[in-house]
């Protein structure tokens, strides 16, 4: 373990590709980039765990962000080293996920669609977005409220675990749901794209503080949602 480097999963810092964003896990800037020993980093949250409250509490962010996601990324880290490809980029990983193990995949998953899930939301965030990403939604569905009731209706409907996605797929605005901790970017995906933004809808999310009541989570949603980084991830794409 003696060149052990981390891969820094800064989420906007660090060159990308145009399929997958800097999201993905750039290196540090050393010639070792993707070096076999690398490992994933859980990013840092940006914001406190009672940052967001009253819309999440800060129980529910403790619990997901120290014990959830820190746990698909150990766990993610391992699966990767038991297969011997420690070292490589996400993006490729995804993009041939169904020929790696569900440890793998689920893993996998879980660390970089949490990645997204913290950077979409914010203390200073709400409202509705403007730039690119309004006239986009308004060609796509219309409206901004006719976009917000066909997201809030796909998180609503995930059957049981899984996340709902906004994405970029040839140049048009989607929203796609996938179960358990697939994504877009995910070769099994049944609709594939650049991943703009996404709500969790496991109910570790939102149980400790909505109970059954999913809807209540997704309508609050709504008012933590980060537009500026939502417009930098369609700007980036
Ligand atoms: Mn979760």
Known sequence: MDKRT????????????????????????????????????????????????????A????????????GYTRKFNAALKEAGISGRPLQDLFGNISKYSEAIRNNGGGYFNHNLYWKVMSPNGGGQPGGKLKQRIEKYFGSFDDFKKKFSSAAGTVFGSGWAWLILKNDQ?????????????MDVAHE???????????????????????????DAFWNVIDWNYVNQRLEMA
């Open 6 to 57: 981390f891969i820094k999963t800064s989420l906007m810092a660090g060159a990308g590709t145009l399929m997958t964003g800097p999201l993905l896990g750039s290196s540090k800037g050393t010639s070792e980039s993707y070096s076999s020993l690398q490992e994933f980093e859980q990013p840092e949250l940006g914001y406190a765990y009672d940052a967001l409250e009253p819309y999440i509490d």
């Open 59 to 70: 129980q529910t962010m403790e619990l997901h962000y120290s014990r959830h996601h820190a």
């Open 173 to 185: 605005l989607k929203i796609i749901q996938t179960p358990n901790q697939d994504n877009p970017l």
């Open 192 to 218: 594939k794209g650049f991943p703009l933004m996404c709500i969790d809808v496991w109910e570790h999310a939102y149980y400790l503080n909505y109970q059954n009541r999913r809807g209540e989570y997704i």
